[in-house]
């Protein structure tokens, strides 16, 4: 199967990920989603669950991505984190939201699912922790423990998350609750000064 195939199935796995939800999403219903027949489908992926692993590694490595950051200070370092973690889609079917909470809620049942979250949350707690830190040591911020700075911003953008996609809530207002507390745990706002 092609790049592009794989990557159509990826595509239809969320959109039909997004429509029918976990319990009743099927290989059928992917391929209707899709220029893919369910025969092709299950030729190279044998089960849902491994179909859905593969999806999951690829809506993380795209999150994954926006993660990147070349910026030295850890500053820069800490607002584009939080501009890529709150970054609103331009894409119309974007199905990160949506699939990701279908995903995490079936965590507790696919020990897979559970060990890719844990791994994203070991991420977002990295980039934060290791940004808190070195701004700590260069005296940009304010003492403070930088594993349970990392701890409550994950924890604020998993709560985010929850708030977005089953509230409806905009989630600029969540981002405005974590650097409140970055100001109270660090001293400092993010994008409260540009770096030289």
Known sequence: MSSESTAEIIEA????LCEHGYADLTM?????????????????FDTKEELLNAFLDDLLDRFESR??????DPRDRLT?????????SSS??????????????QAPYHDLFRERFVELDEVVRTVVETAVRDGIEAGYFDDAD????????????????????ALGERTGRTRETIEQSLTLHLGWTPGSEVAA
């Open 28 to 44: 059928q219903r992917i391929a209707d989603e899709s220029s893919v027949t369910s025969a092709a489908i299950h030729y190279h």
């Open 13 to 16: 796995t969320g959109r039909a």
């Open 92 to 105: 119309d079917h974007d199905d990160f939201p949506v699939a990701l909470m279908e995903l995490k809620a």
């Open 67 to 72: 993660l990147a950051c070349e910026a030295r």
């Open 146 to 165: 930088p594993e349970e700075v990392a701890r409550l911003v994950a924890t604020m953008i998993n709560g985010a998350h929850v708030r977005s996609v």
């Open 80 to 88: 584009d984190f939080l501009d890529a973690v709150f970054e609103e």
